[in-house]
Protein backbone atom coordinates (compact mmCIF):
# COMPACT_ATOMS: atom_id res chain seq x y z
CA UNK A 1 0.00 0.00 0.00
CA UNK A 2 1.22 3.37 -1.18
CA UNK A 3 1.84 6.15 1.23
CA UNK A 4 -0.43 8.56 -1.17
CA UNK A 5 -3.26 5.68 0.10
CA UNK A 6 -3.15 6.59 3.79
CA UNK A 7 -4.97 9.70 3.76
CA UNK A 8 -7.64 9.55 6.27
CA UNK A 9 -11.07 11.82 6.45
CA UNK A 10 -10.92 12.07 10.26
CA UNK A 11 -8.18 11.09 13.31
CA UNK A 12 -8.71 9.02 15.86
CA UNK A 13 -8.23 11.84 18.75
CA UNK A 14 -9.02 8.99 21.40
CA UNK A 15 -5.57 7.05 20.60
CA UNK A 16 -3.72 9.95 21.78
CA UNK A 17 -4.65 12.21 23.62
CA UNK A 18 -1.81 14.60 23.17
CA UNK A 19 -1.70 14.99 19.22
CA UNK A 20 -5.57 14.39 19.13
CA UNK A 21 -5.87 18.09 20.66
CA UNK A 22 -2.40 19.16 18.56
CA UNK A 23 -3.35 22.11 16.74
CA UNK A 24 -2.17 21.27 12.54
CA UNK A 25 -2.78 17.62 12.65
CA UNK A 26 -3.34 17.00 8.89
CA UNK A 27 -3.27 13.23 8.94
CA UNK A 28 -1.98 9.78 9.96
CA UNK A 29 0.17 7.71 7.89
CA UNK A 30 0.70 3.56 7.99
CA UNK A 31 2.43 1.84 5.85
CA UNK A 32 4.34 -1.91 5.17
CA UNK A 33 7.43 -0.26 4.43
CA UNK A 34 7.46 0.64 8.10
CA UNK A 35 5.54 -1.70 9.90
CA UNK A 36 4.15 -0.86 13.95
CA UNK A 37 4.86 2.73 12.96
CA UNK A 38 2.28 5.68 12.53
CA UNK A 39 2.99 8.82 11.36
CA UNK A 40 1.26 12.31 12.55
CA UNK A 41 1.42 14.88 9.59
CA UNK A 42 1.58 18.23 10.99
CA UNK A 43 1.52 21.81 9.98
CA UNK A 44 3.90 23.49 12.16
CA UNK A 45 3.32 26.83 12.85
CA UNK A 46 7.29 27.44 13.90
CA UNK A 47 10.16 25.90 12.68
CA UNK A 48 12.79 27.72 14.48
CA UNK A 49 13.42 26.66 18.47
CA UNK A 50 15.66 28.88 20.29
CA UNK A 51 17.99 27.42 23.00
CA UNK A 52 17.45 28.21 26.04
CA UNK A 53 19.51 30.76 27.71
CA UNK A 54 22.13 28.94 29.86
CA UNK A 55 22.89 26.80 27.89
CA UNK A 56 26.50 25.47 27.21
CA UNK A 57 25.19 25.16 22.90
CA UNK A 58 27.42 27.70 21.39
CA UNK A 59 24.60 28.48 19.07
CA UNK A 60 21.34 29.73 19.98
CA UNK A 61 18.76 28.31 17.30
CA UNK A 62 17.75 24.65 16.03
CA UNK A 63 15.60 23.23 13.86
CA UNK A 64 13.83 19.43 14.28
CA UNK A 65 11.70 18.43 11.56
CA UNK A 66 10.38 15.40 13.37
CA UNK A 67 9.60 14.21 16.90
CA UNK A 68 9.77 10.74 17.80
CA UNK A 69 13.14 8.42 16.16
CA UNK A 70 12.79 5.36 13.93
CA UNK A 71 16.44 4.19 15.14
CA UNK A 72 15.29 3.35 18.11
CA UNK A 73 18.69 3.90 19.97
CA UNK A 74 17.73 3.00 23.53
CA UNK A 75 20.16 5.55 25.01
CA UNK A 76 18.59 8.72 23.08
CA UNK A 77 18.64 11.65 25.33
CA UNK A 78 15.75 13.22 23.71
CA UNK A 79 13.07 10.63 24.69
CA UNK A 80 11.33 12.04 27.20
CA UNK A 81 10.35 15.35 24.37
CA UNK A 82 8.12 12.65 23.73
CA UNK A 83 6.38 13.04 27.01
CA UNK A 84 5.35 16.95 26.27
CA UNK A 85 3.14 14.87 23.34
CA UNK A 86 1.39 12.40 26.45
CA UNK A 87 3.35 9.58 24.86
CA UNK A 88 5.77 7.50 26.42
CA UNK A 89 9.05 7.74 26.05
CA UNK A 90 9.96 4.44 25.27
CA UNK A 91 8.28 2.66 22.48
CA UNK A 92 5.81 5.89 21.49
CA UNK A 93 9.44 7.44 20.92
CA UNK A 94 10.31 4.82 19.11
CA UNK A 95 6.99 4.13 16.80
CA UNK A 96 5.04 7.37 16.57
CA UNK A 97 6.40 9.89 14.89
CA UNK A 98 5.25 13.37 14.05
CA UNK A 99 6.29 15.31 10.82
CA UNK A 100 5.95 19.04 10.32
CA UNK A 101 5.41 18.43 6.58
CA UNK A 102 5.30 22.03 6.26
CA UNK A 103 8.67 23.02 7.81
CA UNK A 104 10.92 23.91 4.99
CA UNK A 105 7.70 26.63 3.96
CA UNK A 106 7.86 28.07 7.73
CA UNK A 107 11.83 27.80 7.73
CA UNK A 108 11.75 30.19 4.78
CA UNK A 109 8.92 32.69 6.47
CA UNK A 110 10.98 32.75 9.68
CA UNK A 111 14.47 33.82 8.25
CA UNK A 112 13.18 36.28 5.89
CA UNK A 113 11.90 38.52 8.71
CA UNK A 114 13.75 41.58 9.34
CA UNK A 115 15.28 40.97 12.82
CA UNK A 116 16.82 37.64 11.34
CA UNK A 117 20.68 37.86 12.19
CA UNK A 118 21.66 34.83 10.59
CA UNK A 119 22.71 33.04 13.67
CA UNK A 120 24.27 29.49 13.23
CA UNK A 121 21.31 26.97 13.22
CA UNK A 122 21.72 23.38 13.94
CA UNK A 123 19.97 20.18 12.93
CA UNK A 124 20.16 16.91 14.66
CA UNK A 125 20.51 18.08 18.12
CA UNK A 126 17.07 16.45 19.10
CA UNK A 127 15.80 13.68 16.34
CA UNK A 128 17.81 12.88 13.71
CA UNK A 129 16.87 14.92 10.46
CA UNK A 130 17.86 11.84 8.58
CA UNK A 131 16.38 9.08 10.24
CA UNK A 132 14.46 6.93 7.56
CA UNK A 133 11.01 8.84 6.58
CA UNK A 134 13.42 11.44 5.35
CA UNK A 135 13.50 9.29 2.53
CA UNK A 136 10.28 9.84 1.63
CA UNK A 137 9.19 13.20 3.33
CA UNK A 138 12.19 15.16 1.91
CA UNK A 139 12.14 17.98 4.25
CA UNK A 140 15.64 18.58 4.34
CA UNK A 141 16.54 20.11 1.00
CA UNK A 142 14.05 22.63 1.37
CA UNK A 143 15.46 23.08 4.71
CA UNK A 144 18.91 24.08 3.66
CA UNK A 145 18.06 26.09 0.75
CA UNK A 146 16.14 27.85 2.80
CA UNK A 147 18.80 28.58 5.21
CA UNK A 148 21.77 29.18 2.72
CA UNK A 149 19.61 31.59 0.61
CA UNK A 150 19.35 33.50 3.49
CA UNK A 151 22.65 33.76 4.44
CA UNK A 152 22.44 31.59 7.94
CA UNK A 153 24.91 29.08 8.56
CA UNK A 154 24.14 25.53 9.29
CA UNK A 155 25.61 21.95 11.01
CA UNK A 156 23.51 19.07 10.73
CA UNK A 157 24.81 16.05 13.27
CA UNK A 158 23.35 12.10 11.92
CA UNK A 159 23.39 8.64 11.73
CA UNK A 160 21.44 8.77 8.64
CA UNK A 161 23.29 7.39 5.42
CA UNK A 162 20.59 9.66 3.65
CA UNK A 163 22.64 12.75 4.20
CA UNK A 164 24.23 10.68 1.17
CA UNK A 165 21.00 12.04 -0.94
CA UNK A 166 22.12 15.66 -0.25
CA UNK A 167 25.63 15.70 -0.67
CA UNK A 168 25.23 18.00 -3.45
CA UNK A 169 22.90 20.00 -1.98
CA UNK A 170 25.53 20.28 1.03
CA UNK A 171 28.06 20.94 -0.94
CA UNK A 172 26.52 24.30 -3.08
CA UNK A 173 25.53 25.60 0.12
CA UNK A 174 29.38 25.27 1.53
CA UNK A 175 30.00 27.96 -1.09
CA UNK A 176 27.39 30.63 0.10
CA UNK A 177 27.73 29.83 4.06
CA UNK A 178 29.70 27.88 6.68
CA UNK A 179 28.51 24.03 6.48
CA UNK A 180 29.42 21.28 9.24
CA UNK A 181 28.47 17.82 8.95
CA UNK A 182 28.75 15.08 11.80
CA UNK A 183 28.12 11.46 11.49
CA UNK A 184 27.40 9.94 15.26
CA UNK A 185 29.15 6.59 15.45
CA UNK A 186 30.48 4.84 18.65
CA UNK A 187 29.71 1.30 18.13
CA UNK A 188 31.27 -1.18 15.63
CA UNK A 189 30.24 -4.52 17.15
CA UNK A 190 27.39 -5.60 15.23
CA UNK A 191 25.59 -7.49 18.27
CA UNK A 192 26.00 -4.33 20.23
CA UNK A 193 24.61 -2.45 17.23
CA UNK A 194 21.40 -4.33 17.27
CA UNK A 195 21.07 -4.26 20.99
CA UNK A 196 21.42 -0.68 21.61
CA UNK A 197 20.70 1.01 18.30
CA UNK A 198 18.42 -1.32 16.27
CA UNK A 199 17.46 1.45 13.77
CA UNK A 200 20.31 3.02 12.24
CA UNK A 201 22.30 2.34 9.59
CA UNK A 202 25.33 -0.37 10.43
CA UNK A 203 28.39 0.71 11.10
CA UNK A 204 29.57 0.07 7.99
CA UNK A 205 27.32 1.95 6.30
CA UNK A 206 28.27 5.26 8.47
CA UNK A 207 31.65 4.81 7.73
CA UNK A 208 31.25 4.60 4.13
CA UNK A 209 28.87 7.93 4.24
CA UNK A 210 31.87 9.79 6.41
CA UNK A 211 33.93 8.83 3.22
CA UNK A 212 31.78 9.84 1.01
CA UNK A 213 31.27 13.18 2.93
CA UNK A 214 35.14 13.71 3.11
CA UNK A 215 35.10 12.88 -1.00
CA UNK A 216 32.65 15.28 -1.84
CA UNK A 217 34.98 18.10 -0.39
CA UNK A 218 33.56 18.55 3.47
CA UNK A 219 35.09 17.95 6.78
CA UNK A 220 33.00 15.49 8.79
CA UNK A 221 33.22 15.22 12.60
CA UNK A 222 32.34 12.39 14.29
CA UNK A 223 30.46 12.19 17.84
CA UNK A 224 32.01 8.48 19.52
CA UNK A 225 29.45 9.08 21.35
CA UNK A 226 27.83 7.75 23.68
CA UNK A 227 30.46 5.11 24.86
CA UNK A 228 28.65 2.34 26.84
CA UNK A 229 30.11 1.45 29.94
CA UNK A 230 31.59 -2.14 30.80
CA UNK A 231 30.87 -2.20 26.89
CA UNK A 232 32.55 -0.49 24.52
CA UNK A 233 34.89 1.35 26.56
CA UNK A 234 38.29 -0.71 26.65
CA UNK A 235 41.20 0.96 25.19
CA UNK A 236 41.29 -1.56 22.54
CA UNK A 237 37.83 -1.33 21.27
CA UNK A 238 38.21 2.72 21.47
CA UNK A 239 41.86 2.41 19.24
CA UNK A 240 39.51 0.29 16.67
CA UNK A 241 36.88 3.18 16.80
CA UNK A 242 39.65 5.82 15.81
CA UNK A 243 41.43 3.60 13.41
CA UNK A 244 38.33 2.63 11.60
CA UNK A 245 37.74 6.79 11.84
CA UNK A 246 41.04 7.78 10.96
CA UNK A 247 40.74 5.23 7.83
CA UNK A 248 37.58 6.76 6.66
CA UNK A 249 38.55 10.73 6.81
CA UNK A 250 37.36 12.03 9.96
CA UNK A 251 38.31 15.34 10.60
CA UNK A 252 37.63 15.69 14.08
CA UNK A 253 36.72 12.96 17.09
CA UNK A 254 34.52 14.02 20.53
CA UNK A 255 34.19 11.37 22.61
CA UNK A 256 31.08 11.58 25.54
CA UNK A 257 30.26 8.58 28.19
CA UNK A 258 26.82 7.77 27.95
CA UNK A 259 24.53 10.17 29.68
CA UNK A 260 21.26 8.79 31.18
CA UNK A 261 18.86 11.54 31.47
CA UNK A 262 15.15 10.63 33.41
CA UNK A 263 12.87 9.11 30.66
CA UNK A 264 15.76 7.49 29.15
CA UNK A 265 17.20 5.57 31.95
CA UNK A 266 14.29 3.73 32.84
CA UNK A 267 13.89 2.76 29.30
CA UNK A 268 17.83 2.10 28.52
CA UNK A 269 17.55 -0.04 31.91
CA UNK A 270 14.54 -1.83 30.66
CA UNK A 271 16.27 -3.41 27.88
CA UNK A 272 20.07 -3.77 29.49
CA UNK A 273 17.64 -5.87 31.93
CA UNK A 274 16.62 -7.84 29.45
CA UNK A 275 20.06 -8.13 26.95
CA UNK A 276 22.67 -7.58 29.72
CA UNK A 277 21.28 -8.37 33.01
CA UNK A 278 24.70 -9.16 34.69
CA UNK A 279 25.17 -5.57 33.53
CA UNK A 280 22.17 -3.72 35.85
CA UNK A 281 24.41 -3.75 39.01
CA UNK A 282 27.33 -2.12 38.12
CA UNK A 283 25.22 0.53 36.16
CA UNK A 284 23.29 1.05 39.03
CA UNK A 285 26.35 1.34 40.59
CA UNK A 286 27.42 4.12 38.35
CA UNK A 287 24.81 6.26 37.65
CA UNK A 288 23.45 6.12 41.03
CA UNK A 289 20.44 8.84 40.80
CA UNK A 290 22.39 11.00 38.73
CA UNK A 291 22.32 11.30 34.29
CA UNK A 292 26.60 11.10 34.34
CA UNK A 293 28.59 8.40 35.14
CA UNK A 294 30.49 9.12 38.52
CA UNK A 295 33.33 11.64 38.07
CA UNK A 296 35.58 8.59 38.20
CA UNK A 297 34.29 6.84 35.43
CA UNK A 298 34.68 9.97 33.22
CA UNK A 299 38.06 10.70 34.45
CA UNK A 300 39.36 6.52 33.69
CA UNK A 301 37.85 6.89 30.57
CA UNK A 302 39.65 10.17 29.55
CA UNK A 303 42.69 8.64 30.43
CA UNK A 304 42.15 5.91 28.13
CA UNK A 305 41.15 8.58 25.04
CA UNK A 306 43.77 11.22 25.55
CA UNK A 307 46.69 8.45 23.94
CA UNK A 308 44.38 7.75 21.41
CA UNK A 309 43.24 11.60 20.22
CA UNK A 310 47.16 12.20 20.65
CA UNK A 311 48.04 8.66 18.16
CA UNK A 312 45.57 9.80 15.50
CA UNK A 313 45.89 13.19 13.81
CA UNK A 314 41.86 13.78 13.01
CA UNK A 315 41.86 17.05 11.46
CA UNK A 316 45.06 16.94 9.70
CA UNK A 317 44.89 17.07 6.02
CA UNK A 318 45.22 13.47 4.09
CA UNK A 319 48.55 15.08 2.82
CA UNK A 320 49.79 16.25 5.83
CA UNK A 321 48.71 19.61 5.93
CA UNK A 322 47.79 21.61 9.22
CA UNK A 323 44.13 20.87 10.30
CA UNK A 324 41.38 23.64 9.28
CA UNK A 325 39.56 25.30 11.69
CA UNK A 326 35.55 26.19 11.42
CA UNK A 327 34.06 29.17 11.96
CA UNK A 328 31.46 27.21 13.71
CA UNK A 329 31.89 24.85 16.61
CA UNK A 330 29.18 22.75 19.20
CA UNK A 331 30.36 21.62 22.32
CA UNK A 332 28.00 18.36 23.68
CA UNK A 333 27.21 19.19 27.07
CA UNK A 334 28.40 16.13 29.33
CA UNK A 335 30.04 17.63 32.57
CA UNK A 336 33.73 18.86 32.42
CA UNK A 337 35.14 15.68 32.68
CA UNK A 338 33.78 14.70 29.42
CA UNK A 339 34.00 17.71 27.63
CA UNK A 340 37.63 17.67 28.29
CA UNK A 341 37.83 14.31 26.20
CA UNK A 342 37.73 16.37 23.18
CA UNK A 343 41.37 17.96 22.02
CA UNK A 344 38.68 21.43 21.55
CA UNK A 345 35.04 21.99 20.91
CA UNK A 346 33.71 19.16 18.46
CA UNK A 347 33.14 20.32 15.27
CA UNK A 348 29.25 19.64 13.35
Known amino acids: MRWQAQQLTTVDDGAL ?6 AGLVRTVRTPEFAGVTFYEVHAKSALNRVPGGSPMPFDWTINPMRGCVHS ?3 CFARKTHEYLEMDSGQDFDNRIVVKVNVADVVRREVARPGW ?6 LGTNTD ?4 PEGRYRLMPGIIDALTRSGTPLSILTKGTLLRRDLPVLTAAAERVPVGVGVSLAILDPVLHQQFEPGTPTPKARLELIRAVRDAGLRCSVMVAPVLPYLTDTAEQLDTVFAALAEAGATHVTVLALHLRPG ?3 WFMT ?12 YRALYGRGAYASKEYRDALHARVRPLLDRYRFGADRRGGEPERWAHELRVPGGPAVAALAPEPALF
Open 117 to 122: ERPHVA
Open 129 to 132: PYQR
Open 17 to 22: PGLGRM
Open 264 to 266: TKE
Open 73 to 75: CTY
Open 271 to 282: NLERDRPDLVPR
